[in-house]
Nanobody, 119 residues
Framework: QVQLVESGGGLVQPGGSLRLSCAAS????????MNWYRQAPGKERELVAS????????KYADSVKGRFTIIRDNGKRTMSLEMNSLKPEDTASYYC????????????WGQGTQVTVSS
């Protein structure tokens, strides 16, 4: 069955960096777009970044452009999110999701990893 497992969350000070990872299994990883979404308390889940199946196309939310980078390694079946210059408003649970295209909402999700940006 499809499994997505996130890791790498934690507590970081404003201006700091974190790297989130998503390990995938149970499907042909290189055939699907992958996504990072986040959800803060009391807010809807929102797209952070997407990457196409072969990595040639990426898409970012305006709020993270220039600070976050999404990458994937199809050989290792992993996807990562490099987060720099973190802000308190980046605090949320971050979810890895699989979709059939960059502009399509995921239909499989991981369990999420918490990112807290605070001094």
């Amino acid at each position: 069955q499809v499994q997505l497992v996130e890791s790498g969350g934690g507590l970081v000070q404003p201006g700091g960096s974190l790297r989130l990872s998503c390990a995938a299994s149970g499907f042909t990883f290189s055939a699907y777009a992958m996504n990072w979404y986040r959800q803060a308390p009391g807010k809807e889940r929102e797209l952070v970044a997407s990457i196409s199946s072969l990595g040639g196309v990426t898409k970012y939310a305006d709020s993270v452009k220039g600070r976050f980078t999404i990458i994937r390694d199809n050989g290792k079946r992993t996807m990562s999110l490099e987060m720099n210059s973190l802000k308190p408003e980046d605090t949320a649970s971050y979810y890895c999701g699989r979709s059939s295209g960059v502009d399509i909402k995921p239909n499989y999700w991981g369990q999420g990893t918490q990112v807290t940006v605070s001094s």
